[in-house]
């Protein structure tokens, strides 16, 4: 059941040497035939049952002549495994794929039928890019739908995870393999979470105690804190969970005596340092509202908004970069904190040199990237919104190419170099995006 096809492999190339390999089991009643993939909405019931999509593997629904893959794999043939990682979605083959050159010799695993058969494959180059080892198949993501209870789930995701509330359940999601973890069941989602390690925190009791609990184990630590009060998570970094905080407030805001980012060890329970925001360039307070840390974990971006002194003031909203030291990094504007644009929707890191971020624009909301080495901006396209015409919630993967995002109640996965439309992950649901921080 296809997603998108992709064109694994272009043309063959000369000189390439494919090692002689053992004849495969003979299956008699094998009779290959054109595999066609049905639209992905299709597979999910159009009767308002919350269900979520499961990846099952990369179908393979053609083999390009002079290729490797000619006359060992076949149409049909579902690539369920590659040098021993899972490749559950095409978007999990081509990552395991990405950057082997021509000559290498990768270990295939095919569904064939039922029959899990084992390949030697050695990659050849296409004629457009002769650094690229290719198999020469064209796959297509293969993938079923449950509702929650029935949902397969996988000990460990093979690729890059994201944490999902689906009803009332956190789960890891590898979005790319379209895999599912359940982490943990019965979560009030109400609360924002930050992953760190293997391991998704919240605050237990935020309008108490600065006590945060680790929603897989269960358990509830008490953190030294002085007088901060935390107000929720912002992201993980360096080993560090970054508290939005403050030392004395009433329930709306209007009397905070001091606001900090505030950095907690949750292992030793102390806050390890403070980084006070101060005022904007409108010399109004501003607080902490959302953080992101970078996929490799070497700064995390943080939202700074406004807290207007009367009900006329429009709250404006700034962006700054925090190293894992808690210092603010210069050069993105200095005392303005204009690194990137304002009252933008953040939507985390693209990638490692890249903030992800959202505005509206005319036929939806424009979703662009702001370059941390030039200050450049560049937009990735234009997303629609839900039917009520709310924005779409976006969160980048991490790989500067993919994005989730959801609208309405449907969870999408989409692929940048093609649209911003995407593929249905979860239909009908009450969904959220876990979505703070990355994983340490």
Request: with cysteine; proline share 7%.
């Amino acid at each position: 059941m296809r997603i998108a096809v992709l064109a694994f492999a272009l043309a063959a190339c000369t000189g390439q040497a494919v090692p002689d390999r053992a004849p495969l089991p003979e299956l008699p009643d094998y009779q290959p035939t054109q595999v066609f993939a049905p639209d992905p909405n299709a597979l999910f019931p159009n009767d308002g049952t919350c269900t979520i999509a499961s990846g099952e593997g990369a179908l393979i629904i053609e083999v390009l002549d002079g290729f490797p893959a000619e006359d060992v794999l076949r149409i049909g043939d579902l690539i369920v495994e590659v040098e021993g990682v899972r490749t559950a979605s095409t978007e999990a083959l081509l990552s395991v794929m990405s950057g082997r050159p021509p000559g290498d010799t990768v270990d295939v695993t095919v569904d064939r039928r039922g029959e899990l058969v084992s390949i030697d494959l050695m990659l050849q180059a296409a004629d457009n890019d002769p650094d690229r080892g290719l198999m020469g198949i064209v796959p297509a993501s293969d993938y079923s739908v449950y509702e929650p209870p029935q949902l397969p789930l996988v000990e460990q995701a093979a690729g890059p995870q994201r944490h999902v509330f689906v009803e009332e359940d956190l789960y890891l999601l590898d979005p790319l393999g379209t895999e599912w973890q359940l982490f943990a069941a019965d979560v009030d989602a109400d609360f924002a979470t930050v992953a760190m390690g293997n391991e998704v925190y919240m605050l237990h009791e935020p309008a108490s105690a600065p006590t945060i609990r680790a929603l897989g184990t269960g358990e509830v630590t008490e953190i030294r804190a002085s007088d901060w009060r935390f107000l929720r998570p912002l992201a993980s970094i360096g080993g560090l969970i970054l508290m939005s905080s403050v030392v004395s407030a009433d329930q709306n805001l209007t009397t905070v005596t001091n606001i900090a980012v505030v950095a907690v060890d949750v292992a030793t329970r102390q806050v390890v340092w403070e980084w006070a925001p101060g005022t904007s360039p409108n010399e109004l307070p501003v607080l902490a509202e959302v953080g992101y840390r970078s996929p490799a974990g070497e700064f995390a971006v943080v939202t700074l908004a406004e807290i207007p002194q009367d009900t006329e003031t429009t709250a404006q909203r700034y962006h700054v970069l925090l190293d894992t030291e808690g210092s603010e990094l210069s050069g993105w504007g200095e005392r303005d904190r204009r690194f990137i644009p304002d009252n933008v929707v953040l939507a985390g890191f693209f990638d490692d040199s890249r903030v992800l971020y959202a505005a509206a624009a005319e036929g939806g909301f424009q979703v662009a990237t702001f370059s941390l080495a030039d200050g450049t901006a560049s937009q990735v396209g234009v997303a629609q919104g839900a039917n009520d015409g709310a924005p779409p919630r976006i969160l980048g993967v991490g790989d500067g190419q993919h994005l989730l995002a959801i609208v309405g109640n449907e969870l999408r996965l989409i692929d940048t170099a093609r649209d911003l439309v995407g593929r249905p992950l979860v239909q009908n649901c009450d969904v959220r995006l876990g979505d703070f921080g990355f994983g340490a």
